[in-house]
């Protein structure tokens, strides 16, 4: 018989993921898998759980949490030498890897996704020794974006991040060398954004040129410039368009490496990640996952 584990972080969705844990076992019991059900209660306990059904062979393991959840369930199942398939119940604030596969953001339509059949080959970042699957940022929104609070992303969602950000970038710029292929743009810089699908910060056109599978990091530099052109630029990323600003620098790459003479922290995928230097590059279709 098949085997799937489901990987539950009971505190998301408003501590509401327990509910819907039966539904999905008898799910996956009718299409013919023995399910095993994992809970989380440490920081790296989806990691090691995905890490030791991969062991297994297992032959699914769904993720039910938040963005933080899936991270670490991917983190565990990347570069083993068998990757079960991958599916997502999103239930964090955010969801920004289920709203670039179109995965429904209500629990009950995701749920019902893992009666489908149909899979897609994904590519996953790595990150130094880890791995990402939507986005990095550096500079100032990278410090933003850790400085949210539960209760302001409860209150505001996506829009939290924004606002933090935005506050945080009227402030300050950073020295940074960002070296991409054979190329190179060093200079100051209010951020810098790599991204692997269309979907960030619950923005979901923040990155229109990524596909979940095209096999680049797509790479924005936002440089030292204006106030004014400041807030032009975060319009561009509302509406969807910012590599198309003037001042916005934009490339695609296989592998990058970000440099600074600052102390620059960065962010992975919604999760304060290692300070600058850190090298990036990416996995291709590394990985499959249950789509409706």
Not at 36 to 56: H, I, P
Not at 89 to 108: C, H, K, S, Y
Not at 187 to 198: D, M, Q, R, V
Not at 232 to 260: C, H, M, P, W
């Amino acid at each position: 018989m098949k085997q799937a584990m489901l990987i539950v972080n009971p505190s998301s969705g408003k501590e509401e993921a327990l509910d819907h844990v039966e539904t999905i076992k008898e799910i996956l019991t009718e299409k013919g898998y023995e399910v095993s059900v994992a809970q989380t209660e440490k920081e790296l306990d989806a990691t090691k759980y995905c890490q030791g059904a991969c062991k297994d062979e297992f032959d699914l393991i769904v993720s039910m949490g938040g963005d933080g959840t899936l991270h670490k369930t991917i983190n565990g199942m990347v570069d083993q030498t068998h990757r079960p398939l991958l599916g997502i119940i999103p239930l964090g604030t955010v969801n920004d890897f289920a709203r670039a596969l179109d995965i429904p953001l209500q629990v009950e339509e995701a749920v019902d996704v893992l009666r489908s059949d149909q899979t897609k080959a994904v590519d996953i970042g790595r990150f130094n020794d880890q791995y990402f699957v939507n986005i990095v940022a550096a500079g100032a929104v990278a410090e933003a974006t850790s400085e949210v609070t539960p209760e302001q992303k409860t209150k505001f969602g996506s829009l939290a991040y924004m606002m933090e950000g935005m506050k945080t970038l009227t402030n300050h710029s950073y020295p940074i060398r960002i070296e991409y292929d054979d190329k190179a743009w060093e200079g100051e810089s209010f951020l810098f954004l790599a991204a692997l699908t269309n979907s960030a910060g619950g923005f979901e056109n923040l990155s229109p040129e990524a596909e979940v599978n095209d096999g680049k990091i797509h790479g924005y530099v936002v440089p030292k410039v204006s106030m004014i052109r400041l807030a032009t630029i975060a319009s561009a990323i509302v509406r969807g368009n910012l590599k198309d600003e003037k001042d916005v620098q934009y490339f695609k790459a296989d592998r990058i490496r970000l440099t600074s003479k600052e102390e620059l922290v960065t962010n992975v995928d919604g999760e304060e990640g290692d300070p600058l230097p850190v090298e990036l590059s990416v996995l291709p279709s590394h990985i499959q996952v249950v789509v409706k």
